[in-house]
C-alpha cells in the first residue's frame, strides 16, 4: 500500500510539470523509485535559470504540500531555495538539470523526502502543529508592522492572538515559546502612557510612549473608559466603551450614557482585545498573565466624573394620569418612584404628591407649599396607551421628569421615560407598566444626583 501511495505522488508530480526535453536524464521523464523515500519531480520554465529554478522549487513544495493537506510554500520556500533544503521536513533537492525551451529556459528539480517523515506529516496533530506555527509567525509579523506605525495597541493584540495560539498546542519551531510572546507584549504595554483632561463633559485623552525617539503618540490606540451605572432595579453596575486615539494620539470620551453615576470615577487603560485576552487567561496556567494583568491596571488614569449640578434641597412633585390624560389617586406611581430612591441611598430629595392639571400648575403648588427650595421637580407620569391580546393586554406608560431652579419657569433639565408591561387584565397591565415607568425615571435621576 505504501508502494502505490509514493507511485500516485510520482504520478501527480509528473502530470503537473512541464516536461519538453526528450533529451534529458531519465529522472526528467520517468521519476525513480527510491525505497524508504518519497520522491517529487517537478520544472519550471522561466526566461532565465533562475526565474526557471524559482519556479521549479515552488512546484515541489506546492505539490507535496497538496498531497499532505499543508500550506508548505507559504512556510518553507524561502528555506528550500536558499538552501536546496527544508530541515524540518528532511526534504533535500538530489537532482537537477537544466535545457532550453519555447519560452527559455526549463529546470527539472528531483527533491526526496524520507518516507517516515512524509507519515509523520501527515498525522492530524502534525499538520495542526505546522499551521498553528504557521499562524503565530503572521500574527508576529503583523505586530511588529503595526508597532513601526506607531500602533501599539494593535501590536499587542496580535502578539495576545499570537500566545493564544502557542498556548492552544504544540507547534514545529522551538524558538516560540509562550513565556517570550507574553515578554514582548509585556514590553510594549509597560511603555504606554495615558493622560486626561476634562472639558467641559468631554474627557480627552491622550496616549503615547514613555520610550523611543520623541516619545511618540499611538495611533489608533484603543483606550478603555470603565465606569459605574445604575440598573433599573436601583443596583450599580460596571459598564465600559472604547475611545480609540487620532494621528495625534487624542481620543475624546463624551459620557453619553444617561445611567452613568454622577459623582463616580472614569478609570481608563489601555484597551485590548476582551475575547482575546479572555481566551488566553482561560488556556495559560494559574499565575501565568499575573504580571501583564499587572502592568494593564497600572496604566491606569481616573476621572471623578460630576454633571455639575448638585439637586440640594430638591422636592419633587409626582401626578399620576390616567389614559384620558385625567389625574387619578393612584399610589403605585409614588410609591414605586419614592421607594427606588430611598432604596438606592439618596436621601437628598423630598417626594411628595403634587397638584394641578399642567406641568406649570404643579409647580406653581409646589412653589406655594414649599417656597424655601432651591431646586423643584414636577414627574408626571400615566398611562399612554393600550393594546389588547387574546392572553391578556398591554400597557405603555410614559413619564416626564422637568428640574427648575428657584424661580424660574425654564427648566434645567428633562428626563423622559417609558415602559411596556403585560398582564392578563387592565388593572394589573396598568399598575406593572406605571410601576416599571417610574422606577426607570428614578433612575435616570439618580444618575444625575450628586
Known amino acids: 500500500m505504501r508502494f502505490l501511495s509514493v507511485l500516485c505522488i510520482i504520478i501527480l508530480a509528473v502530470s503537473c510539470a512541464t516536461f519538453t526535453s526528450t533529451e534529458g536524464p531519465d529522472w526528467t521523464r520517468e521519476p ?8 517529487f519531480v517537478s520544472s519550471g520554465t522561466g526566461a532565465d535559470e533562475n526565474d526557471a529554478r524559482i519556479q521549479s522549487y515552488r512546484d515541489i513544495l506546492d505539490e507535496a504540500g497538496e498531497e499532505l493537506g499543508l500550506n508548505l510554500t507559504s512556510i518553507y520556500f524561502r528555506e528550500f531555495l536558499s538552501n536546496d533544503s527544508v530541515t524540518e521536513l528532511s526534504l533535500n533537492v538530489t537532482n537537477t538539470y537544466t535545457s532550453p525551451g519555447d519560452r527559455g529556459v526549463i529546470y527539472y528539480t528531483m527533491a526526496e523526502m524520507p518516507t517516515s517523515v512524509f507519515d509523520d506529516m501527515q498525522t492530524e496533530e502534525r499538520a495542526e502543529a505546522v499551521e498553528r506555527t504557521a499562524a503565530i509567525g503572521r500574527f508576529l509579523d503583523s505586530s511588529l508592522e503595526h508597532y513601526k506605525e506607531n500602533e501599539d495597541t494593535k501590536a499587542i493584540d496580535d502578539l495576545l492572538t499570537a500566545l493564544d495560539y502557542a498556548l492552544s498546542g504544540p507547534v514545529t519551531d522551538e524558538s516560540i515559546t509562550p513565556d517570550s ?4 507584549a509585556e514590553e510594549y504595554l509597560g511603555n504606554l502612557r495615558i493622560s ?3 472639558d467641559d463633559g468631554i474627557i480627552v485623552l491622550t496616549m503615547k510612549r514613555s520610550k523611543g525617539l520623541f516619545h511618540p503618540y499611538v495611533v489608533g490606540g484603543a483606550i478603555k473608559g470603565t465606569y459605574e451605572m445604575l440598573l433599573g432595579n436601583g443596583e450599580l453596575s460596571e459598564s465600559s466603551a472604547i475611545a480609540v486615539t487620532d494621528r495625534k494620539g487624542r481620543a475624546s470620551f463624551p459620557v453619553t450614557n444617561p445611567y452613568t453615576v454622577s459623582g463616580s470615577d472614569i478609570v481608563f487603560t489601555v484597551g485590548v482585545s476582551e475575547k482575546i485576552l479572555s481566551s488566553v487567561i482561560q488556556k495559560a496556567p494559574e499565575g501565568f498573565m499575573d504580571d501583564f494583568l499587572s502592568i494593564l491596571s497600572q496604566t491606569a488614569v481616573s476621572v471623578h466624573y460630576e454633571r455639575g449640578i448638585r439637586y440640594e434641597n430638591l422636592i419633587i412633585g409626582v401626578v399620576p394620569y390616567d ?12 410609591d414605586a418612584f419614592s421607594s427606588f430612591l430611598r432604596a438606592s441611598g439618596n436621601e437628598k430629595s423630598e417626594i411628595v404628591r403634587g397638584e394641578g392639571d399642567e406641568e406649570y400648575d404643579v409647580l406653581g403648588y409646589l412653589r406655594t407649599v414649599y417656597p424655601d427650595r432651591r431646586y423643584y421637580g414636577v414627574l408626571r407620569i400615566g398611562v399612554a396607551d393600550k393594546e389588547y391580546i387574546p392572553e391578556g393586554v398591554y400597557v405603555q406608560a410614559q413619564s416626564r421628569l422637568s428640574i427648575f431652579e428657584g424661580n424660574s419657569d425654564e427648566a434645567i433639565m428633562t428626563l423622559d ?14 399598575v406593572a407598566a406605571v410601576t416599571e415607568c417610574a422606577r426607570r425615571t428614578a433612575g435616570l435621576l439618580l444618575s444625575h444626583l450628586q
Do not use: C, F, R, W
Open 32 to 39: 525513480p523509485v527510491h525505497p524508504g523515500m518519497v520522491v
Open 323 to 334: 389614559e384620558n390624560g385625567n389625574i387619578i389617586t393612584s399610589e403605585e406611581p409614588y
Open 181 to 184: 510572546i507574553l515578554s514582548k
Open 417 to 430: 421615560s417609558e415602559a411596556v408591561e403585560k398582564a392578563p387584565s387592565d388593572y394589573e397591565a396598568e
Open 196 to 198: 486626561q483632561k476634562n
